[in-house]
């Protein structure tokens, strides 16, 4: 915007010079050509008197000498042809002089000055001198520098001036645009001051007033999450009494297991809801440890179903820029979705795999880790990952959890058909450092 606003500052500047200086230069050239023509003109007139009256010796020393000092040729036409001071050819405007018409010509030396002078016993005598171009032009050039200068000074001083205009316009609009990027990058805290003219300064108020909305709206959100995930405590709680009170303690210890990871999701969501800003500095888990608790977590109802569970685990630790409840969440998600969407029976494979700054090679080495889950069922159709979308009876978000929770930490999540012909869903998850602990 700067540098269209100093383009446009300069067209302006150069079209109003070009209006003004243009005629201005032309008119400080016909000055100085009308000045030199008056100055000859003058200097031929005062020979007038003398040859008008004297005799050719007297006219021919008073022509001499007005030629050395105005230097320029100067001749006098006689009637009777004799021609005296600079030797001249009569040319067609001496001859128009010589019938009584003073005047002044172009010629091919300059500009040539007539003066018929009439009152002589033998006829009318003709006064010439030439005005050369340089005596024309004398000085003009000089003027034209300074005019040109003097544009050129009006021109920078007009772009200075328009450069600062410019920046009171774009420093505002410059300061909107970092502040909303600040805003989509969750930074609700970020505030314009309000600057510029009066138009930017209510788009800045505006603009803060949306934050203040955004933030008031996700804090009602959040603690209406809160709220809710904690009423979820008092069943649990009931449930886990039931459980205890059983008489057999495998089932027991089973069921207890299981209210166990329900109260821990519920407490991750609760403190996911609450978290007012994202968490400083780099943010992961220990991949293996996690993978293998919930594998081992949800083979338990594998065992029930009749399902054979392979287990294709690296060894740790394999860190990754998830958070461990995240990344929990996502492995849920997925043996869940093959609980549900699979008759029982149907085998599936988790596998978990590592290569390059994830296998803790040197840093600054790529690398990820691969987390896959493929069952033999009957697979699913490619726009599964929607978020609320499902053609099989369910929510439609366990997917699209696992989908985020990759996302986090700069990887991706992939569908595709697994080798058995049923549903393959990989995570490709982005390494850290250092592990920060399951």
């Not at 909305?213 to 209406?224: G, P, V, Y």
């Not at 992939?414 to 549903?423: C, D, K, N, Q």
């Amino acid at each position: 915007m700067r540098a269209r606003l100093a383009l446009l500052a300069a067209a302006v500047s150069v079209l109003t010079l070009v209006a003004f200086l243009v005629p201005l230069a032309l008119l400080v050239r016909t000055v100085a050509e009308d000045r030199a023509t008056v100055r000859a003109t003058a200097d031929a007139q005062s020979l007038v008197p003398v040859v008008g009256t004297a005799d050719p010796a007297t006219i021919r020393l008073t022509v001499e000498q007005l030629a050395v000092d105005s230097d320029r040729p100067v001749s006098v036409f006689l009637p009777d042809g004799t021609v005296l001071g600079t030797p001249a050819p009569r040319t067609p405007a001496v001859e128009l002089a010589a019938r009584g018409q003073s005047l002044t010509a172009e010629s091919a030396d300059g500009r040539e000055v007539v003066i018929a002078v009439q009152g002589r016993p033998d006829g009318t005598g003709v006064i010439r001198t030439v005005v050369p171009g340089a005596e024309l032009t004398a000085g003009v050039g000089r003027a034209w520098l300074v005019l040109a200068l003097l544009g050129v000074l009006l021109v920078v001083i007009g772009l200075v001036v328009a450069d600062r205009l410019a920046r009171t316009l774009v420093r505002p609009i410059s300061e909107l645009s970092a502040v909303s990027h600040r805003l989509a990058n969750a930074e609700l805290d970020a505030r314009v001051t309000p600057a510029g003219p009066t138009e930017l300064r209510e788009v800045a108020g505006a603009l803060n007033h949306l934050a203040g909305r955004i933030q008031e709206l996700l804090s009602q959100e959040r603690e209406q999450v809160a709220d809710l995930s904690h009423r979820l405590r008092t069943p649990l709680t009931a449930l886990r009494l039931e459980a205890e009170s059983l008489g057999d303690p495998q089932d027991a210890a089973r069921i207890t297991a299981a209210v166990d990871g329900l109260e821990r999701a519920v407490t991750g969501l609760i403190r996911q809801a609450r978290r007012q800003r994202p968490v400083a500095g780099p943010v992961g888990c220990d991949a293996a440890a996690v993978v293998a608790d919930r594998v081992e977590f949800w083979s338990v109802l594998a065992e029930d179903t009749g399902r054979a569970v392979h287990r294709e685990l690296a060894s740790g630790p394999l860190p990754v820029a998830v958070p461990a409840d995240d990344l929990a969440a996502a492995v849920d998600a997925l043996l869940g979705n093959v609980f549900a969407h699979t008759p029982d029976g149907t085998p599936f494979t988790v596998r978990l795999t590592g290569t390059g700054a994830a296998r803790g090679a040197p840093a600054g080495s790529r690398g990820e880790v691969l987390l896959s889950v493929a069952d033999e069922g009957p697979g699913m159709p490619p726009d599964t990952v929607r978020r609320g979308a499902s053609t099989a009876g369910s929510t439609g978000l366990g997917l699209d959890i696992a989908r985020r929770a990759a996302e986090v930490g700069g990887g991706r999540l992939e569908l595709r058909t697994g080798p058995a012909g049923g549903a393959e869903v990989v995570l490709r998850l982005a390494p850290v450092a250092a592990p920060s602990g399951p």
